[in-house]
C-alpha cells in the first residue's frame, strides 16, 4: 500500500529548492501582470482580482499536477517504472496518490498567492461562501487527480513532454472556467455550461465569489457524477497502459 506522506517526503527531496522559489515567484507575477495590465487600460484592479484570484489558484495547483505528471518520465527511463506494474489496483493507487502529491506541493504556491493579494489589497480573498467552497474544493482537486492520472500514461509516449505537459495546463483549466464565466459576456459563458470540465472547475470561482452561472447545488452534484466519471477513466486508462506495457515491454518512449 502506498503512503501519502512517504510520497510527498520523496517528492519533496527531488525538488531542487532554487528551482521550487522561482516557481513561486513567477507565479506571483502572473497575477501582478495581469491586474497591472487590468488597472492600465483603466479597469478597477481590486475588483478584478476579486473574480481572477481563485482562478489563478487554479492554475498553480493543475500546473503543479500536470508537471508532476509529466515527470513520471524520469522513472521510465532510470528503470523505476517497470518496478510499479505489479497490479492494475495497486499501479493506479500509486498514480494517484502521486497526483494528490503534487496538488499538496502547489500549497506554498497558493499560501504566496494569498500573502501577495493582501499585500496589494490589504485583506483576504474573497470567500463568499464557505461550505459550497469545501465542496467545490474536493471535487476540483479530485478531479484533477483523475485528469493527470490518465495525463501521466498519456505522456508516456513522448520522449520529452514538455509541449504536450505546456498545452494540457492551460488548457484544461480555460475550458474549466479559470476565468470566472460570470466576468464573461453572457453569450461566450453560455458556451462553457456545454464543458464538462466547467462543472469541476467552476465551482470553485463561483462559491468564492458568490456568483454562479446556474444552480449551485445542480451543479456541484453534475461535478460529482464528472468527477466519478473521471476517475473510471483513470482507472480503463492505467489498465490499459499496464496491458501494453506487459505485451511489448516498453512504455511508449523508449
Same mark, same amino acid.
Given at each position: 500500500?502506498?503512503? !501519502?506522506?512517504?510520497?510527498?517526503?520523496?517528492? *519533496?527531496?527531488?525538488?531542487?529548492?532554487?528551482?521550487?522559489?522561482?516557481?513561486?515567484?513567477?507565479?506571483?507575477? *502572473?497575477?501582478?501582470?495581469?491586474?497591472?495590465?487590468?488597472? *492600465?487600460? +483603466?479597469?478597477?484592479? =481590486?475588483?478584478?482580482?476579486?473574480?481572477?484570484?481563485? +482562478?489563478?489558484?487554479?492554475?498553480?495547483?493543475?500546473?503543479?499536477?500536470? *508537471?508532476?505528471? =509529466?515527470?513520471?518520465?524520469?522513472?521510465?527511463?532510470?528503470?523505476?517504472? &517497470?518496478?510499479?506494474?505489479?497490479?492494475?489496483? &495497486?499501479?493506479?493507487?500509486? !498514480?494517484?496518490? /502521486?497526483?494528490?502529491?503534487?496538488?499538496?506541493? =502547489?500549497?506554498?504556491?497558493?499560501?504566496?498567492?494569498?500573502?501577495?493579494?493582501?499585500?496589494?489589497?490589504?485583506?483576504?480573498?474573497?470567500?463568499?461562501?464557505?461550505?459550497?467552497?469545501?465542496?467545490?474544493?474536493?471535487?476540483?482537486?479530485?478531479?484533477?487527480?483523475?485528469?493527470?492520472?490518465?495525463?501521466?500514461?498519456?505522456? /508516456?509516449?513522448?520522449?520529452?513532454? +514538455?509541449?504536450?505537459?505546456?498545452?494540457?495546463?492551460?488548457?484544461?483549466?480555460?475550458?474549466? +472556467?479559470? %476565468?470566472?464565466? /460570470?466576468?464573461?459576456?453572457?453569450?461566450?459563458?453560455?458556451?462553457?455550461?456545454?464543458?464538462?470540465?466547467?462543472?469541476?472547475?467552476?465551482?470553485? %470561482?463561483?462559491?468564492?465569489?458568490?456568483?454562479?452561472? $446556474? &444552480?449551485?447545488?445542480?451543479?456541484? $452534484?453534475?461535478?460529482?457524477? %464528472?468527477?466519478?466519471?473521471?476517475?473510471?477513466?483513470?482507472?480503463?486508462?492505467?489498465? $490499459?497502459?499496464?496491458?501494453?506495457?506487459?505485451?511489448?515491454?516498453?512504455? $511508449?518512449?523508449?
Amino acid at each position: 500500500m502506498f503512503s !501519502l506522506a512517504r510520497e510527498f517526503w520523496l517528492a *519533496w527531496r527531488s525538488r531542487r529548492l532554487l528551482y521550487y522559489i522561482i516557481n513561486l515567484v513567477v507565479n506571483a507575477l *502572473w497575477v501582478i501582470v495581469l491586474l497591472l495590465a487590468i488597472a *492600465w487600460y +483603466g479597469g478597477e484592479a =481590486a475588483v478584478a482580482a476579486r473574480f481572477i484570484f481563485w +482562478g489563478f489558484v487554479v492554475l498553480a495547483i493543475f500546473s503543479q499536477l500536470t *508537471w508532476g505528471a =509529466a515527470g513520471f518520465n524520469n522513472y521510465i527511463k532510470s528503470g523505476v517504472a &517497470d518496478y510499479l506494474i505489479a497490479s492494475p489496483a &495497486d499501479f493506479h493507487k500509486y !498514480l494517484i496518490t /502521486t497526483s494528490l502529491v503534487s496538488a499538496a506541493l =502547489a500549497l506554498p504556491a497558493v499560501a504566496a498567492q494569498i500573502a501577495l493579494y493582501y499585500i496589494l489589497f490589504g485583506d483576504l480573498p474573497p470567500l463568499a461562501q464557505p461550505l459550497y467552497f469545501i465542496i467545490a474544493l474536493f471535487i476540483f482537486i479530485t478531479s484533477a487527480t483523475c485528469i493527470t492520472t490518465a495525463a501521466t500514461l498519456f505522456f /508516456t509516449r513522448w520522449r520529452n513532454p +514538455g509541449l504536450a505537459a505546456n498545452i494540457l495546463q492551460w488548457t484544461i483549466p480555460l475550458s474549466g +472556467g479559470m %476565468i470566472p464565466p /460570470t466576468a464573461m459576456p453572457p453569450e461566450v459563458a453560455h458556451w462553457l455550461l456545454y464543458s464538462p470540465l466547467h462543472y469541476v472547475i467552476a465551482p470553485l %470561482i463561483y462559491s468564492a465569489t458568490g456568483s454562479w452561472l $446556474g &444552480d449551485p447545488v445542480k451543479t456541484l $452534484g453534475l461535478g460529482v457524477v %464528472i468527477t466519478a466519471c473521471l476517475y473510471a477513466f483513470s482507472l480503463y486508462i492505467a489498465r $490499459g497502459a499496464l496491458r501494453r506495457v506487459r505485451a511489448t515491454g516498453k512504455w $511508449g518512449s523508449e
